[in-house]
């Protein structure tokens, strides 16, 4: 599976941004889809998980209430709505496809949020 991310750009603070995620070389309706960040200077997090399966999410309760992550199997992509983004939210975004035999990462795209 290739994962490219996109999306990304420079905000004010209390804008919105969407990414995406477009996945190619393989159905990802058998992965749990994730997002991640890293900011400058620190490590990778957890940002949203979806499983297909029920359509479960999950979030970071530093984003819950404001992301809102969603898919569409049928175009092989998954999206990260970013509502209300603050300077904290100011990170690389970088999409994860995940199984328990299988891990794949994309290339990340740039969040920055100014204040």
């Known amino acids: 599976v290739q994962l490219q991310a996109s999306g990304g750009g420079l905000v004010q603070a209390g804008d919105s941004l969407r990414l995406s995620c477009a996945a190619s070389?393989?159905?990802?309706?058998?992965?749990?889809m994730g997002w991640f960040r890293q900011a400058p200077g620190k490590g990778r997090e957890f940002v949203a998980s979806l499983k297909w399966s029920g359509s479960s999410t999950d979030y970071a309760d530093s984003v819950k209430g404001r992301f809102i992550i969603a898919g569409d199997n049928t175009k092989n992509m998954v999206f990260l709505q970013m509502n209300s983004l603050q300077p904290e939210d100011t990170a690389v975004y970088y999409c994860?496809?995940?199984?328990?035999?299988?891990?794949?990462w994309g290339r990340g795209t740039l969040v920055t949020v100014s204040s």
């Open positions: 070389g393989r159905a990802i309706d058998t992965y749990i």
């Open positions: 994860r496809a995940y199984r328990s035999d299988r891990i794949y």
